[in-house]
């Protein structure tokens, strides 16, 4: 691993600011002064900087606050993406689990242990996510049921698995769903005639969005959160 990276990984600093510390001969390797950023650390390296030695920390687990706005994707060449919200720490190797809409707020989570990510999203796992829309009609018995039932959308030849619905005040709807398919809240109330004006995710599997957390925030996950995913 290069040298800038490993100081990044170590120190959570971003990128640029470990290639400076670098340069300023801030960083040692093994008691030397190395100041080429793209040095190769070997495993038995001992990288030291401030006289304190640097040791990569283990996988990183994020919840973020997504805002309107933001894609979920690693890169985009029309809007910002979740990781620019992501300012005070090496974002290099996180990846998104359980993309949400540009027009959707709400619980995101990032790693990069790569193998979490997958069971946060694989169908097999099931873990369920809770929605809450704020729609353009009274949400009716009607969609509660059809929800509950499982319905064919456009396109599709299975129908959705069952789902909650739940009607809150200001024709608000909580909907929690076991899969995740394609714009699926949307399409679901479109399915019923309905309309969603606005979307937001407050939790996936035990994990509920932080309220503290504002928008565009991001903090760590606590172990019984990460644990919470594994078998
Ligand atoms: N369903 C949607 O329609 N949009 C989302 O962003 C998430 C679930």
Redesign the pocket.
Known sequence: MRLDKFVSHATGLPREISKRLIRKRQVQVNGTMVSNAAYQVAETDVVSMEGQDLHIAGPRYLMLHKPVGYVCANEDGDHPTVLDLIVDMDKEGLSIGGR??ID?TGLVLLSDDGQWLHRVTSPKHLFSKV?RATLQEPLGQQTIDSFAAGMLLRGEDKPTAPAQCEALPDNGARVTLNEGRY?????MFAACGNHVLS?H?ESIGTITLDDTLAEGQTRALTETEIQSFLP
């Not at 714009?183 to 399409?187: E, F, G, Y």
């Open positions: 949400l809409d959707t929605y714009h699926q809240v949307k399409r979307l995710r």
